[in-house]
């Protein structure tokens, strides 16, 4: 139901484009986002689709990163510029659901220094 593109290997100060295509039982993009999982952490939020037109980012990524959609292709984008090493990890699409969220299956983005 939601699939996730675009990861590779980029070195540092490159850009990367994520998408996320939604299908099935997600009718809306409001409230997507992307988080992120380094080894034997936890996910964390990247960037998300707030209420109305509003999107929260994470610190880390302010100014670098751009979440934007497309509700015609049911797609969501991550625009990542100057990425850095830092960066590195495995990147999941979501789509809010009751009682949690749908999880893309995520795609590697590693930026070399």
């Known amino acids: 139901q939601l699939q996730a593109s675009g990861g590779g290997l980029v070195q540092a100060g490159g850009s990367l484009r994520l998408s996320c295509a939604a299908s099935?039982?997600?009718?809306?993009?409001?409230?997507m986002g992307w988080h992120r999982q380094y080894p034997g952490k936890q996910r964390e939020l990247v960037a998300r689709?707030?209420?109305?037109?509003?999107?929260n980012y994470a610190d880390s990524v302010k100014g670098r990163f751009t979440i934007s959609r497309d509700d015609a292709k049911n797609t969501v984008y991550l625009q990542m510029n100057n990425l850095k090493p830092e960066d590195t990890a495995v990147y999941y699409c979501?789509?809010?659901?009751?009682?949690?969220?749908?999880w893309g299956q995520g795609t590697l983005v590693t930026v070399s220094s």
């Open positions: 979501s789509a809010p659901r009751v009682g949690g969220n749908y």
């Open positions: 099935g039982r997600i009718f809306s993009l409001n409230g």
């Open positions: 689709f707030g209420s109305g037109a509003n999107t």
